[in-house]
């Protein structure tokens, strides 16, 4: 990650990694932190706002539709993907995260529910991003161009 810098933090939680994200992102970054949870919400905004950072916006989940297309450089989901088991919701959220996605963006992945395994096919199945780091604690993915049925 480095200063200017614009992130998603989809399913922030408390804000722990959004605050770290602020932090290297500089005032010329913007974090986005997202959860459904206002009490998640009001945490990282209080949190953000002791520490100086007023890089970091909160934003409810309901609202994510206002992050334009392509305009984030990485995308951080942690411990969120396994939240929902329903197939179409998590296409739908890797849908959403490409979106978001500035063309090569990256996604930054873990989840202490699914292995490693689990998680890569959720989300290189629809050819929405490719695997290019694995770690023993996050894996990264590349976005890729949708490809258009029969193009």
Sequence with gaps: MRAGMSVLDFGCGPGGFSLAAGRLAGRHGRVYSVDVQPIALRTVWRRAAR????????LSAERIGEIPDESMDMVLAYDVLHIHPEPQWRRDVVGLLHRVLKPKGVLSARDHHLDNTALTAMLTEGGLFR?????????GFERLERREPGG
């Design 51 to 58: 520490q100086g950072l007023g890089n970091v916006i909160p």
């Design 131 to 139: 695997l290019v780091t694995e770690g023993r604690t996050c894996v």
